[in-house]
């Protein structure tokens, strides 16, 4: 008997701790007995006019990166609830200067795997059936994000995009939210 609704499993942790690997691999070990549904947070990103200030750079891409509340009311929730979704959404590429629409089908599923930056903020804890935090060190998760030229920048670029933005922003998520506390499963990934 199939269940009620599919099952909602968190997969957080800071910029390039490897969060995107470790849900790839967990997919790979749930897909030959279960329906999977992997979705990523990075293509509710903001168009960078949105996501991007001079001001305070680092609190400002924590609150206006990503439109988290539009995917979980459009995407995630529906499709814990119904096991299923047929959804066109406005799809946003972090080098793209506009969205684009994409469509997200899927059918049946039993384990949904979120993975992405900023998910264990207090008000969407609720939602998630598992919580799994990644722990990295803001060093290592800088080598990593060096050598995958992250947005296409150069090493330079790259240590200052990472310095000034996304580690800030980093900080201030886990200053403010406490996803590592707030995270039923620590996996380290250094």
Known sequence: MPAEQALLAGISGIDASGK??????LAELLMPTLNVAVISVD????????????????????HHALRLGEMFDRLVL???????????????????????????VLNDIDIILLEGIFLFQPHY????????????????????????????????ETIKAYETIYFPAQRVHIET????????????NN
């Open 20 to 25: 995107g690997h470790i849900t790839g691999r």
């Open 43 to 62: 293509g509710w990103l903001n168009l960078p006019h949105i996501r991007f200030s001079e001001n305070d750079p680092g609190r400002h891409f924590y």
């Open 78 to 104: 529906p499709l814990k609830r119904d096991r299923r979704i047929d959804l066109t959404y406005d799809h946003t590429d972090e080098t793209a200067d506009a969205s684009r629409p994409e469509l997200i």
């Open 125 to 156: 804890l609720s939602y998630f059936d598992v919580t799994v935090w990644i722990e990295c060190s803001f060093e290592t998760a800088l080598e990593r994000a060096i050598s995958r030229s992250q947005e296409r920048l150069s090493p330079e």
């Open 177 to 188: 939210d406490r996803p590592q506390t707030n995270a039923e499963i620590t996996l380290s």
